[in-house]
């Protein structure tokens, strides 16, 4: 009991000494009386960095009391208590500094995604896989410039924690050295350890998995040997379903318009990609990954190298170079025979700049069997990067590259204007694909699908990525020329024809597309090709919300 009562007396006499040598800077020297200005004078000039701190974690919580959640405030506290302790020893240091910057990361997250505290790992990592340097310029384009400020302070004052020292009685306190500690490793473990344990896993098995997937082989089978043909796999970007039709407008895309209007462009209405980013949308495109896989490492080859083993010359068409990483996105886009980049020929913002690239492609190999996948920069954020002043058909909204440095819900009828004529934009690029399918005299087919779609505060509050069903619900056309249409199996394109309305995911355009382009191989999965008459459609689609899966039908009520 007795030492009971000690545990509890300690704190106690903690903070009365701290009081003590507190009152003590407000006497002078031989006098018991108390005078305030000397006290605010001596402690400003003795404390003032750490004083300095505390005022700017006390506003930065104000600031944000009204808009963040409570585990960003609760942070925020925490580290005011924990930096009154975190002095001269080196792991309070750390604690100071590891704080700081998990604040930061999280209030940001918390601000522009409403997601926070726990989730800060695997945001963190998703957005090191997916992004370039373009992409990384048009975000931090989009920081708010108060935040930035903030941020800024923040480190300043963080630095200055380094030269504060605290009195000594104080400092060799045991609760001066466990209570930072504490919280230092509960932050790095809620925030860093827990989501980045299946990380570190998986890098542990990337050596086997990628010598199982270098052993790998379809034993593809091309059915039509001897015959040429061109298949163009085009990948948008940030297209969404309802909007469809803004990829056939007579005036922008008089090609396309014309194969709907006749009938000749066969859309799939009910198909959904089941995730948010790019990295794992296109990853499920191209290979059989299942879709609650969600690794960076996968044991088998993708698409591109199956129509390598059935003959086929690939080319992968992009806006970015290619990365080295051996994860399953950036190893599956390397197995093509060339990289093309169009942002060497112009202005990387605009998809058109590759059609006289896709013209060259389709002359030089008119004689060949041809794979040419595209992924294109459609209407990434921000959406007035990804239109000209000819496709600004829709107003009120943002000019061709103006300097818009975030959006907010009061924007929102700019910014969904913007977005249209984003979409406009990219109908030039994929109207121009279509006509050189459409006059070539090579067989050759078209297919388009985007990676994900957008939410456009559809939400009520997210621009960009969200958990509105736009998201997730695509477009997704075939478009095959009269020479592939001779090619191709009445049976086939009936069945494709007969289930084009059925409710399915990206997961199965990869048998679908293979099966039309006439190529077998003894895995092939009848259940998920659409041309197959062994089809069936998934009895319940789910979809990654972050780190979290839920049915698709359950978005949006």
Known sequence: MKAMCNSFRRPRLIFKRLFSDLMREGREPGSDKFSLPLFFRKTVRKHFSLLLYFLICLVAFICFCGEYSFGANLLFIVFCVGCWTCTAPWERRIAASSLVLLTILDNHFNLHYRKVFHEIGNQALVALQITDRDEVISYLRGLFTSEVILYAVLLAALASLFFVRMPERICRSRYARIIPLAIFIFGISYNIILPYKGFVTEWREKGALLQKRANFSFHAEDKRPGIPQHIFFVIGETHRHDHMDLLTTERFAPVLHRLKSEGNLLTLDDIITC???????????????????????????????????????TIFITYYQASLENDIYNITLRAADEHINYRNYGNSR???????????????????????????????????????????????????????????????????????????????CLNGIAEIVSSSQTPAMMFFISDHGATNYDDGKNPFIGDAPENFHIPCFFYFNDGFMKLLPESEYANLKHNADAPVTNSYIFDTVVSLSGIHYPSRRPAMDLTSPSFIAPKERHVWLWNSRVPYDTLGK
Request: contains cysteine; hydrophobic residues 35%; aromatic residues 12%.
């Open 350 to 428: 605009l998809d058109r700049l590759m059609l006289p690239v896709c013209r060259k492609i389709s002359r030089d190999h008119a004689d060949e069997k041809l794979l040419v996948v595209i992924k294109m920069i459609g209407a990434h954020f921000y959406y007035q990067d990804r239109h000209t002043c000819e496709t600004m058909l829709y107003l009120p909204a943002f000019a061709p590259q103006s300097d818009v440095k975030n959006y907010d819900i009061s924007m929102k009828e700019k910014i969904r204007n913007s977005y249209k004529n984003a979409v406009l934009e990219s109908s030039v």
């Open 275 to 313: 995730y948010q980013t790019t990295y794992f949308s296109v990853s499920s495109l191209l290979t059989r990954r299942e879709t609650d896989d969600q690794k960076r490492f996968f044991s088998e080859k993708g698409l591109i190298d199956l129509y390598k083993e059935a003959g086929y010359h």
